[in-house]
């Protein structure tokens, strides 16, 4: 696509549900990256792909956070029994080989109950 | 002690004005040096690299000062559109480009 797609743009979901968050790439962009952004704060890192596999998935908070990437396209992004520390934007990059610069998405703002 | 600092801020300033934001950054091993701007709810967008010979994009002047560790980033004759969030990005090496955001400079630029 044009840029790069996040869905849903907002989610409420009740504490210690599962959400599932889409990130589409631009089309044939390599590298995706996944950071979220709490509120007043900045950007932190969360994971990094490089086709399908994750060489550095050093920012994951929790063993309740995982990613994959499928067919070097779409990447979700799922978030088990979420907390409410959860709450964030999260927001997809992704660029066109590991050296290159980021595009982001526009994010899917969670709120957890 | 956060790997890229900046001064949160907010900036207020007139139309017209000129500002400066600064920059600074622990990891002496960084390669690369961006600003990026963020409007209100929207995502980051790349304003512009940074070099060390220092560069220039109209109104916007970067510099990089890898002694000190430091970025700066200053917007001359400012304009209400300008009033933004300023993150400064610094990319580290590891096999890939792996970027660093500050939290963000925010700036209102007033009538």
């Given amino acids: 696509g044009a ?16 959400v599932e968050l889409r990130c589409d790439p ?24 490089q086709g399908n596999s994750a060489p550095d998935k050093s920012g994951l908070p929790s063993d309740r956070f995982s990613a994959e990437r499928t067919g070097g396209s779409v990447s979700t992004l799922t978030i088990q029994r979420t907390q409410q520390e959860d709450s964030a934007v999260y927001l ?22 | 002690r956060k790997e890229v600092e900046q001064d949160p801020g907010p900036f207020n300033v007139p139309e017209g004005a000129t500002v400066a934001f600064n920059c600074t950054y622990s990891n002496s091993a960084s390669q690369s040096f961006f600003w990026y701007r963020q409007d209100c709810r929207k995502e980051p967008k790349l304003l512009m690299s940074v070099y060390s010979s220092g560069n220039e994009d109209g109104r916007f002047t970067a510099q990089l000062n890898r002694a ?21 990005v610094v990319g580290v090496s590891g096999g890939y480009n792996k970027l660093i955001f500050g939290a963000g400079t925010r700036l209102a630029v007033h009538p």
């Avoid at chain 1, 962009?29 to 969360?46: D, I, M, V």
């Fill in chain 1, 3 to 18: 840029g790069v797609s996040q869905s849903p743009s907002n989610k409420v979901t009740e504490k210690g549900k599962d």
């Fill in chain 1, 26 to 49: 631009i089309s044939g962009h390599t590298a995706l990256y996944w950071y979220r952004q709490s509120l007043g704060q900045g950007l932190e890192f969360l994971i990094y792909f």
């Fill in chain 1, 92 to 113: 997809c990059a992704s660029s066109l080989d590991s050296s290159g610069g980021y595009t982001f998405g526009s994010g899917t703002r969670l709120t957890v109950v």
């Fill in chain 2, 68 to 88: 000190s560790q430091y970025i700066s980033l200053l917007i001359r004759d400012s304009k209400l559109s300008d009033s933004a969030t300023y993150l400064c």
